[in-house]
């Protein structure tokens, strides 16, 4: 069996869905593990545009798509979703869906808190999606959150929502805010019951037989290394673990079937919300690579950060997520730049490292030390070979192989499916 495990190697929204959509066709089964309804996944597939948050990018392809344990799950977020795809023509159903009993579910209440807590920040605010994303998986380490499988239990959930609310309506007048009442919560979840259990499963014992029978399996990662909660730039990071690692267990699956790990970088770099981002740039080439590259969050619609490729920062998330091959996506942006800059390490107190380390005052304070690299006139877009690209391209890609010590297993060269490079089938191992 030669699986596949796709993550994001930047700071999000490098274009996993278009790579996830193009490998999936070759998968029997497409697995998100982590992460929620904070990720969005945009697939162009001939005229119609699809917005994906929670739903694996495989169902797309007609592929079977799984809903893993370490997924955290808005049931009202969901069913909009897949009413939205549905009425797009695609087919959801439970022969194309399953969700794991185990999951953890977001409740109204976790948005409050996220947007809340944000609020009292002020000016030191992570910049989350507001999604109640972080509370969520709060809630599961401290064991107190609701599961899917808890819909099935009208007992388990009564006596859950005592616990949950005692703890967020104590926090939530804390911060001022409005705090819920529990029938209301309890009315909500079960009238989401009858519409959510048909999906559910043990998604572990169905990935269990694929890997006797020899499927392939497709993990579908969200947000990014450098987002990850232990590895990322905490504290301006999601609350999940987004390395290769968790698709083990935020799947059911033994770490040993994770197959081919494949990172997903932008040939520049980009952020959304705050935290640190050393190759930021604030003038016109930051502003042209937004509006070429248009960078606008899928989710939340706020402008992304824009800045040079950082070689630094994705050979440090290489290593720490489990990378072995890239995918480089948005190499068209570059076109025409008369000369390109890559980050390569930086100084930070008049001291150079190779690395970001983990200290949120040296992270701030990181300047990037630049290699300049010529540019290229003629254009990338829709490349569908090496032979189309001009010399300079070329050699702006192997630079960055070196620099990041890894290959560039495929290239993505435009929005459609087709627009793609492959240099080695990461389905071969
Ligand atoms: P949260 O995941 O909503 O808690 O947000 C935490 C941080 O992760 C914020 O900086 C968000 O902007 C960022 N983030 C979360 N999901 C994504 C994503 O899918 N793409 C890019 N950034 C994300």
Redesign the pocket.
Known sequence: MANVTVI?AQ???EGKGKVVDWLASRADLVVRFQ?GH???HTLVVGNQTYKLSLLPSGLVRGKMGIIGNGVVIDPEALLAEIDRVISQGLKVSPETLRIAENAILILPLHGAI?RAREAARGDAK??????G??PAYEDKVARRAIRVCDLAEPETLSFKLDELLLHHNTLLKGLGAPTFEKQALFDQLLAYAPRILPFVEPVWERLDEARRSGKRVLFEG???VM?DVDHGTYP????SNTVAANASIGSGMAPSALGFVLGIAKAYCT?????PFPSELHDDIGRLLGERGREF????G?PRRCGWFDAAMVRQAIKVGGIQGIVMTKIDVLDGLPELKVCVGYRINGQEYNYLPAAMRAQAAAEPIYETIAGWSASTKGARSYAELPAEAVKYIRRVEELIEAPVTLLSTGPERDDTIMMRDPFEG
């Open positions: 994001g700071w999000g929204d992460g904070n990720a969005g996220d992570i910049g989350t999606t507001g999604r994303i972080g969200a947000q990014a987002l301006f990071v999601t609350s952020r959304v919300g705050s935290g969050g899928t989710v939340t706020r």
